[in-house]
């Protein structure tokens, strides 16, 4: 026969199965590889096109030439590959032919997720994370760390709970996977425990349920702590009197009267521990009366001396107080800034107390930020809101928080509130820890701003140029907002998270709100 008769005469691909019935979790978003493993794989994939050619029958006698995806619609339950395969008929001619096969994708959830629709309180492991302080910062500036880099993605549930957050898995690979991504953004110490649930003496199977207790240092960013003698001797005698600029994997030191610093890692801490001398709710505001550089500079501060004054004395007496600050390259006279009154705090701390006792002697005052509270207030008072927005996580409220009365419930409900606003404070005036985070635009804030009349040349005059606001470039498109389908939103979150680590690089883990 000559090559076209062969053609029309023999089919290679009759023995080949031309359509194939595959199972999808939809929960998980796996696929059923027989006989009870399941394989991760995106639409169109290398890895999807290689489980769907394992799947095929009859096709081990034939040679595959090539393979690839027919592209069908998303949401059709099937889909379609495009196969060229050769094999060879009379006299050892070698025939090839190209062909289709059909698959249909039906919905069956894997056993873990069947589990967890059966009960979602059924888990394998729970990392328990905490931090005693007497607010959410930390947390809220952690929450968006895990929304950025899909450290949740594994979560069968989230518990917010008194001083921290629970994480529930099926797995405990995925439990161990969190707590290395903590040790890499925060310093942290652990432990680890794990209950017999059930064992079958046949076989000898355990079933253990794992708990990891996380806790983090209890020292936030802008803190004034005291460190021990032996621990700042070992650091070079810095202070003892530092505050904490920045926590990442290592709490970041700055002493404001010398600009030295030192980085205090997690086993360090742990081995020698501090707590803040000052909560930071206890800070003042204080009017920058005068301000000199006195020269010595680093990439973020300037050392300078300051003529400072009580927001609250003014009218009242003419106290004032000079003191030395790092804050030299952006307060000027006129200026408002936070710091902590040594005069009129109370500060209990051993360590400080046998500083003083060999001599040692603490400021009056030691000046933390500059303060925007008034330029903010003349700006809520205009209407002016924020155009840009962060996501949260699903977290559920904890069992006890039900059963909670109304004013406790409303007592909570406003320090929350408040502890948000001041962490998209800090967001607004750290543009470092905000590189560190994905930020959205919230286009009915902006549609508002855009409704509204502009604002005359004299009342832009009156607001100062140094006012921390959130450039348009740096905010993301909201993917729920723009009702992408699955596929879609994948890609856009890979785009926006490989634009996010060309930017910043592995320095994402190094900040740290309070």
């Known amino acids: 026969m000559c090559v076209n008769c062969l053609r029309t005469q023999v089919d ?54 090539d393979a690839g995806f027919i592209w069908t619609e998303p949401h059709s339950k099937r889909l379609k590959l495009k196969l060229s395969v050769q094999g060879e008929v ?13 698959f249909v994708v039906a919905d069956q959830p894997c056993l873990d997720c069947n589990r967890h629709a059966a009960s979602p309180n059924v888990w394998t492991a729970c990392v328990q994370v905490r931090q005693h302080v007497h607010h959410k910062r930390t ?52 432990r680890t425990a794990k209950q017999l649930v059930s064992h079958n003496i046949h076989t000898s199977n355990y079933n253990y349920k794992y708990t990891f207790s996380v806790e983090i240092v209890p020292v936030c960013k802008d803190d004034l702590v005291c460190l021990p003698a032996k621990l700042a001797a070992s650091l070079g005698n810095l202070g003892p009197l530092v505050l904490c600029s920045r926590v990442s994997a290592a709490l970041t030191l700055v002493d404001p ?40 500079t680093t990439s973020r501060h300037s050392l300078a001396e300051a003529q400072v004054a009580r927001k609250s004395d003014f009218g009242r007496n003419d106290r004032m107080y000079t003191t030395i600050t790092h804050l030299g390259q952006i307060l000027h006279p006129g200026d408002t800034a936070l ?16 500083w003083i006792e060999r001599g040692g002697s603490p400021p009056e005052v030691i000046l933390v930020k500059k303060s925007y509270q008034e330029k903010r207030a003349r700006k809520h008072a205009k209407g002016e809101t924020r155009t840009w927005k962060l996501n949260r996580l699903a977290m559920e409220a904890a069992a006890g928080a039900e059963k909670a009365s109304a004013q406790r419930a409303r007592q909570a409900a406003d320090r929350d509130t408040a502890d948000m606003e001041h962490f998209l404070q800090e967001l607004e005036e750290d ?17 508002g701003r855009a409704a509204r009349p502009a604002p005359s040349v004299a009342a832009t005059d009156d607001d100062d140029g140094d006012f921390p606001e959130v450039p348009l470039e740096e ?12 596929a879609e939103e994948e890609a856009a979150i890979a785009a926006a998270a490989a634009a996010g680590e060309l930017d910043g690089g592995d320095s994402g883990a190094e900040d740290m709100t309070e």
């Open 12 to 65: 290679i691909t009759a023995n080949v199965q031309k359509s194939v019935t595959i199972f999808f979790c939809r929960g998980c978003g796996r696929y059923l590889q027989p006989p009870r493993h399941w394989v991760k794989a995106d639409l169109e994939s290398r890895e999807l096109l290689t489980f769907c050619v394992k799947r095929i029958r009859g096709l081990s006698k034939l040679k595959l030439v």
């Open 90 to 102: 009379f006299n050892g001619a070698i025939l090839q032919q190209t062909f289709s096969v059909d």
């Open 139 to 190: 947390f809220m500036f952690l929450e968006q760390m895990i929304l950025r880099h899909g450290a949740d993605a594994s979560c069968t549930n989230i518990k917010e709970i008194h001083e921290g957050l629970d994480f529930f898995f099926a797995n405990r690979q995925h439990a161990v996977k969190l707590v290395d991504f903590l040790q890499a953004v925060v310093p942290i110490k652990f």
């Open 257 to 296: 009267l010398t600009l030295r610093h030192a980085q205090v890692e997690a086993g360090t801490y742990w081995h020698s521990p501090f707590r803040s001398l000052i909560l930071p709710k206890q800070l003042v505001e204080f009017v920058v009366l005068d301000i000199e550089l006195l020269g010595p």
């Open 339 to 354: 710091g902590y009154d040594f005069e009129h705090a109370n500060a209990v701390d051993p360590d400080l107390d046998r």
């Open 431 to 447: 543009a470092d820890m905000r590189s560190r985070v994905a930020l959205f635009k919230d286009k009915q804030a902006a549609a």
């Open 475 to 486: 905010l993301l498109d909201d993917l729920a907002g723009l009702q992408l389908d699955e």
